[in-house]
C-alpha cells in the first residue's frame, strides 16, 4: 500500500494524472484503451487504466440503487444535453412545429411504436403498421398486436404523465404492451416469478447479463420510482439523465418474463414527458437505436464491466436522442418546402383563374392539414394533394 500511496504522489508531481476523458474528450472503455500506444509519464497500459479509473472515480456521483451505479459528468455529455435544452426553445421555435403539431404528434406516435416493436421482432412493414394505426383496424398477428400495444402505451403514458411512478403504474404499463402479444398471458402485468431468465446474444446465443434475483424485484422498483420521480439522491441529476438512467436500471433488472425491452423504452418516455420535455413526444428515438442496435448493446456491456459506471450509457443515449432531434427537424423541413411549393402552385392556378377565391381557401387548408380528405371535383392533382398521407 505505501508503494502505491508513493507511485500516486509521484504522479500528482508530475502532473500526470490522467483525466477521465482523453485529449479528444472521448470516454473510452478499456477494450479500446489497451490497445492504445502507453501514454508518457506511465510504464504500462495497465498502470494508465488504472490511474485513469483513480481520476474517475473521483468525479463519479453515486446513485441510490441496490448495485453500485454511478456517473461522471463528462464535457461531452454535458455539451449533448445543452443542445437538446436549447432544441426545445429556439430552434422549435424557427420551426413553427406548432403550427402541425397534431400531424407531427400522430406521426411520431405510430413511428416510435412501430421501431419500439420491430426491436422485439416484430416483422409487420411500415406500411402495413402505419395503416393498421392510422384506419384503427384490429391486429391481424403477433407481430400486429406488438406494434399496436405500443401505441396504446405510449397514449398511455401521455395521459399519465403528470402522475408520480408506481410499481402499480409499471405493471399497469407492462399489461398493455404484452396484451394478446406474450408467451404466457399470466404474465401480463407482473413481475417474473422465478430467476429463469438471462439476456442473451441472439447472434451466438452467449448469455450477456443475468438479471438479480425475482424476490428483489418488489423493493427494486420501490427505490427505481423514487429516483424517476425526482426524490432520490440529494442532489441536481438532470432530468434526461435521470430518464436514461430509468431505462438502464429496469433493463438491467429486467422484471419481466417478457416485454422488457418495450416497457423499458415506454418509462424512459414517461420520465422525460414528466419533466416537461415537450420536445419528445414529436421525435422517435427507437429508429435510431434500431438502427445501431450493436452500440445499444455494447454499451450495456461496457457499464457492467467496468463497475456499473453508467457513463457509456449515458453517452450513447445521448447521441441517439440528438440524431431524433436532427431527424425531426430534416423533417418538418422537407414537408415545410412541399408545402411552400404547393402553396406557390396553388397561386398560379389562381392568377389563371382556374380557382376561384372559395377553392383556394378549401385547398389552402387541405395544405395546412394533409391527410384529410378533401375532394374538389374535376380537380385531379389537388385533389391527391389534399389526401396526402402522413410520410
Known amino acids: 500500500m505505501g508503494e ?4 500516486v504522489v509521484e504522479k500528482v508531481q ?3 494524472i490522467p483525466s477521465a476523458t482523453d485529449k479528444k474528450g472521448r470516454y ?18 495497465e498502470q494508465y487504466w488504472h490511474f485513469l479509473q483513480f481520476s474517475r472515480t473521483g468525479q463519479q456521483k453515486i446513485l441510490p440503487f441496490t448495485e453500485a451505479f454511478s456517473y461522471v459528468l463528462t464535457d461531452d455529455i454535458q455539451k449533448n444535453i445543452h443542445q437538446i435544452d436549447s432544441n426545445m426553445h429556439g430552434s422549435v421555435e424557427s420551426k413553427n412545429i406548432g403550427n402541425n403539431k397534431d400531424r407531427y404528434i400522430i406521426r411520431s406516435l405510430m413511428d416510435e411504436a412501430i421501431s419500439s416493436s420491430q426491436l422485439e421482432g416484430a416483422a409487420t412493414t411500415r406500411k402495413v403498421a402505419r395503416d393498421m394505426l392510422r384506419h384503427n383496424k384490429a391486429p391481424e398477428d ?29 405493471l399497469e404499463l407492462h399489461k398493455i404492451v404484452t396484451d394478446n402479444a406474450i408467451d404466457n398471458p399470466d404474465d401480463a402485468g407482473r ?9 442473451v446474444d441472439m447472434g451466438t446465443g452467449s448469455i450477456l447479463h443475468h438479471p438479480p434475483e425475482y424476490q428483489s424485484l ?3 422498483m420501490k427505490v427505481l420510482c423514487n429516483f424517476a420521480n425526482g426524490n432520490t439522491p440529494n442532489y441536481f441529476v438532470h432530468p434526461i439523465i435521470r430518464a436514461i438512467i430509468v431505462h438502464f436500471t429496469l433493463a438491467y433488472d429486467h422484471p ?42 455494447e454499451s450495456f456491456l461496457m457499464v457492467e464491466s467496468d463497475n456499473f459506471d453508467l457513463t457509456y450509457f449515458i453517452n450513447s443515449q445521448l447521441k441517439f436522442i440528438n440524431q431524433a432531434i436532427k431527424g425531426l427537424f430534416d423533417y418538418v423541413d422537407k414537408k415545410q418546402q412541399e408545402q411552400q411549393q404547393a402553396t ?48
Open 28 to 45: 473510452l472503455h478499456w477494450d479500446k484503451i489497451r490497445h492504445l500506444e502507453v501514454p508518457e509519464a506511465f510504464d504500462s497500459i
Open 191 to 199: 413481475f417474473r416469478q422465478d430467476d429463469d431468465i438471462n439476456v
Open 142 to 170: 403477433y407481430s400486429q398486436r406488438m406494434i399496436y400495444n405500443n401505441y396504446q402505451a405510449i397514449n398511455f403514458i401521455n395521459e399519465h404523465k403528470h402522475d408520480d411512478l408506481t410499481p402499480k403504474l409499471i
Open 218 to 220: 418488489p423493493d427494486r
Open 344 to 391: 406557390e402552385l396553388l397561386n398560379v392556378y389562381l392568377s389563371d383563374g382556374k380557382l376561384n377565391s372559395r377553392q383556394a381557401m378549401l385547398i389552402q387548408h387541405s395544405i395546412k392539414h394533409l391527410g384529410k380528405f378533401i375532394q374538389l371535383k374535376g380537380i385531379k392533382y389537388l385533389k391527391i394533394l389534399a389526401m396526402q398521407p402522413l410520410n
Open 14 to 16: 508530475l502532473g500526470a
Open 4 to 7: 502505491l500511496v508513493k507511485l
Open 256 to 297: 419481466f418474463a417478457d416485454g422488457n425491452g418495450r416497457t423499458t423504452r415506454a418509462l424512459f418516455y414517461w420520465v422525460i414527458l414528466k419533466n416537461n420535455y415537450w420536445l419528445f413526444q414529436y421525435i422517435t428515438l427507437s429508429t435510431y437505436i434500431k438502427k445501431a442496435q450493436g452500440q445499444y448493446g
